[in-house]
């Protein structure tokens, strides 16, 4: 039994040659038949990471392309409502300002008017007073004159008097 673990134990050299040219040829084959597909695997894997890493930045840079796009829309809509704001702003004071200036000519025209009428009506109370202070001087002429004139000159006087009033009328 000693023969048989020494045997184990030691080395055979053609054993030992046959052994490491076993190893190389399965080497060999491993690497002419698995090496190469695992390797264009690989490769394939790496170039589809590398287009799809590619695709990203290129999304990416379109996204923030179209983020600077819309914050540049952004601040010029902003600039276009400040824009009409303002326009607004000035067109509300212009039309504020025409509107007083409007009301303050009609003020100033019914206060023309107003002074105007009043001048009239003032001429016309004095027109009527005269007419009444007129009518009363006559009536107290007629009666100081009824005393003085007798009945013949008096009749006289009232046809002369309807005559001059049937002329101006």
């Known amino acids: 039994m000693?023969?048989?673990?020494?045997?184990l134990i030691t080395i055979d050299p053609w054993t030992f040659v046959i052994q490491i040219c076993n190893l190389?040829?399965?080497?060999?084959?491993?690497?002419?038949?698995?090496?190469?597909?695992v390797k264009k695997i690989l490769a394939e894997r790496k170039e589809k990471a590398d287009a799809q890493i590619a695709e990203a930045e290129k999304v990416r840079a379109e996204a923030e392309a179209m983020k600077a796009e819309y914050e540049q829309n952004m601040a010029d809509a902003k600039a276009t409502a400040n824009s009409i704001l303002t326009d607004a702003q000035?067109?509300?004071t212009a039309r504020s300002e025409a509107i007083v200036g409007e009301a303050r000519a009609s003020a100033a025209q019914i206060k023309q008017?107003?002074?105007?009428?009043?001048?009239?009506?003032?001429?016309?109370?004095?027109?009527?007073?005269?007419?009444e202070i007129g009518g009363m001087a006559m009536e107290i002429a007629s009666k100081v004159v009824e005393r003085e004139i007798d009945q013949k000159d008096h009749q006289q006087l009232i046809d002369e008097f309807i005559k001059n009033v049937g002329e101006a009328s």
């Open 2 to 7: 000693s023969a048989l673990y020494q045997a």
């Open 113 to 131: 008017k107003a002074e105007e009428d009043i001048a009239l009506e003032r001429k016309k109370a004095v027109n009527e007073a005269k007419d």
């Open 90 to 92: 000035k067109t509300a």
């Open 24 to 37: 190389f040829i399965t080497l060999a084959v491993l690497k002419k038949f698995l090496l190469g597909p």
